[in-house]
């Protein structure tokens, strides 16, 4: 049971921290530290890195939390401490 | 029908309605006045917290800031929704599985301390006090405006209508409101867009417009936009940073955590029936709120490229010459709704070289080559004001649409300012009733009494709230941030710590978040005044304005949140360990089986 916890929250861990070197790129990478850079590729009228930081990077966060239920729901079940 | 009688029928409506629904969810007992029995499904709850987080700022001054900042405004784009995945994945879930009413509560019982608690409360009290009472300024603003009553009537009127559906609805009441209220806010932002984005571009979605060609032209909005204001002198619009990379990095730092430790958000997700709920209710939340989020950017441009239409209309549709004479609007020829926001002093206009055309350009500017091309031209400096605030308000009258859209846009302006108002009362009245009455001085409490001690405590917040939008202190802008700093400096970090660092022990959290309160207030202080009275500001004792690394006091959260997480785990590692009982219910809060349904109890 101790193994099994312990085994639970590093699945946890591993998926948080995945997700949140995407949210990074997208926000704080794509959006402000390389957006000079991105702009110089087009997105239909958008500068790329201007089209990250008003709104890729928000479509992707909401992806994101999306992805981070159903995998958190799998980890769940395969640790077998879903709610009933 | 005139404009006003419409407008009084359509803000009517929707106020019988906000009330119907709070007279139809009136809260029984203390759970459901807390949490609304912890019963709501999450795409309702998504809704509502969509409704609670877009407040007045967000629907009337973002888009306005954006349109002024350019790409620097992204900052408040992605920080207002970065911070949900952060309170998705790190806390949401993780309290709810905690299952009590109340941020306090929960920092109270895993740091096992009631001074953790009450500092919680200070931080909490702070945060949403400085908070409601822009939102009250802002129903003062947008009554007055629209019903053509006085700033105070306004906001006597507001006080009414939310103590109406705050006290008796409770958390109930008040999420079923939201969701009303939100679906009115979001089709008052939205439908406007559309129609200025097919205006513009042709394409009815604005996300997709903003990056579409002009209608009739070989050229994109954006790359036209950036050409024009280049002309006239501003900043390029889709480069222009917000004070440096360092100061955007860090300012959207402060947002997103802020936004993950604002209480009257974080206790929406205590209204969800499981874990799993809880975890969808964030991404519903975010979906709702990216609705109004991915089209203020659209709204932000085109608003600047429909400004600059009026006032230099072959300059944007065609490709004149602005320097040209004859490629300024004659101030007599200026349309209706230019005269119309005259009167309210929000647009002003100045003939500064006497030619009776408006020159709208950057005088300020630093290029010498656009100095010489101004000069030439015989501008005599910008003659034209445009505030910020009025970019939304206004935009259906730019885009001359239909009676109906404009009383829509002033219905959704105060649904947005009540809704966060009253979400907010709710953190107030839970903190004050629960976490201090019950908790701290009256342990045994009946909770007859303590329903009754919450609606006191919220009706003094509203009193408080009025008064002090009646009689604001001057700070509206400076306390915004103050919010988000105390939120992000003080209480996501010891709720985060909490859940994540098993060994982490109560004078560690307290330090923490006393440290990281501190160190923030003392630079917001020393740019704005202690408390933000005039004349206290203390500049020159920490080096003159933004001395640290050029970051400026709004972003400084972040910043204080880091030196919340040092001072913890310094402390932490000199004091002994919590004891084991505490350390076992981490572990329980981390697993979402044999969550319960909310409750006050310990």
């Given amino acids: ?84 | 029908m005139d404009l006003q009688t419409t407008i009084y029928l359509v803000v009517g409506a929707t106020f019988a309605l906000y009330i119907g629904i709070a007279i139809w969810a009136r809260a029984g007992s203390t759970s459901e006045f807390y949490a609304a029995g912890g019963q709501v499904g999450p795409v309702m709850n998504g809704m509502a917290i969509g409704a609670d987080w877009m407040s007045a700022a967000s629907f009337i001054s973002m888009a306005g800031l954006i349109s002024n900042m350019g790409y620097g405004g992204g900052l408040f784009l992605m920080g207002w929704t970065g911070g949900y995945v952060l309170l998705a994945m790190l806390l949401a879930p993780y309290l709810r599985k905690f299952g009590k009413f109340t941020v306090p509560q929960f920092i109270g019982d895993r740091f096992y301390s009631k001074s953790a608690s009450t500092v919680a409360v200070a931080c909490l009290l702070v945060a949403s006090l400085t908070y409601i009472i822009g939102q009250m300024t802002g129903v003062g603003v947008a009554f007055s405006r629209f019903l053509g009553v006085t700033s105070e009537t306004g906001i006597y009127v507001g006080m009414g209508i939310v103590f109406l559906y705050a006290v008796f609805g409770g958390m109930k009441g008040i999420t079923y409101t939201q969701v009303a209220q939100y679906c009115v806010l979001i089709s008052a932002y939205i439908i406007p867009a559309i129609f200025i984005s097919i205006q513009l571009t042709g394409n009815p979605i604005p996300q997709l417009g903003l990056g579409s060609n002009i209608v009739g032209q070989d050229v994109s909005l954006l790359h036209k936009l950036d050409l024009v204001v280049t002309d006239l002198g501003f900043a390029n619009y889709t480069t222009s940073d917000a004070g440096g990379m360092l100061n955007m990095f860090v300012y959207t730092m402060s947002l997103m955590i802020g936004t993950a430790g604002l209480p009257h958000v974080i206790m929406r997700f205590f209204t969800v029936p499981t874990v799993a709920a809880a975890r969808s209710s964030a991404g519903w939340a975010l979906i709702f709120i990216g609705l109004l989020y991915t089209t203020a950017p659209a709204v932000a441009a085109m608003a600047k490229t429909n400004l600059l239409r009026t006032i230099t209309p072959g300059v944007v549709m065609g490709n004149a010459d602005p320097y040209a004479a004859d490629s300024q609007l004659v101030y007599a020829d200026r349309p209706d709704w230019m005269k119309r926001w005259e009167k309210t002093g929000l647009l002003k206009f100045e003939d500064k070289n006497g030619d009776g055309r408006i020159q709208y350009y950057n005088d300020k500017s630093k290029s010498d080559a656009f100095k010489a091309k101004a000069e030439a031209a015989g501008w005599k400096g910008n003659e034209l004001t445009v505030n910020a605030d009025i970019i939304v308000l206004a935009n259906p009258e730019i885009a001359l649409l239909p009676d109906w859209v404009i009383a829509l846009v002033a219905a959704g302006g105060l649904a947005a300012a009540l809704s966060t108002a009253a979400g907010l009362l709710m953190a107030i009245s839970a903190a004050v009733s629960h976490d201090l009455i019950k908790n701290v001085f009256v342990p045994d409490i009946s909770e007859k009494n303590e329903l009754l001690a919450g609606k006191i405590s919220m009706a003094v917040a509203i009193v408080i709230a009025g008064y002090l939008g009646l009689n604001p202190p001057g700070f509206a802008a400076g306390t915004v941030a103050l919010a988000f700093g105390i939120a992000a400096s003080s209480l996501f970090p010891a709720i985060m710590m909490g859940i994540f660092s098993k060994k982490m022990n109560k004078e560690g959290a307290i330090c923490g978040m006393l440290a990281g309160l501190f160190i923030t207030l003392f630079y917001v202080f020393a740019a704005k005044g202690i408390f933000f009275i005039k004349g206290t500001e203390y500049l020159d004792l920490i080096g003159g304005p933004n001395s640290f690394f050029g970051i400026t006091p709004e972003a400084f959260g972040a910043i204080g949140a880091l030196v919340n997480f040092g001072v913890a785990f310094l402390v932490d590692k000199m004091t002994p360990e919590p004891p084991a009982h505490i350390q076992a219910m981490v572990e329980a809060v981390r697993i979402p089986r044999g969550s319960k349904a909310v409750s006050g109890s310990h």
């Fill in chain 1, 1 to 84: 049971m101790e193994d099994s916890a312990k085994a639970y929250w590093s699945a946890t861990l591993g998926l948080l921290g995945k997700i949140l070197v995407v949210w990074f790129l997208v926000s704080f990478g794509a959006g402000i530290l390389f957006a000079p850079a991105l702009n110089s590729i087009h997105l239909g009228g958008y500068p790329l890195g201007f089209w990250f930081a008003q709104q890729g990077a928000m479509y992707i966060f909401i992806a994101l939390i999306f992805y981070y239920r159903k995998k958190m729901g799998e980890i769940d079940r395969q640790f077998d401490v879903h709610e009933e």
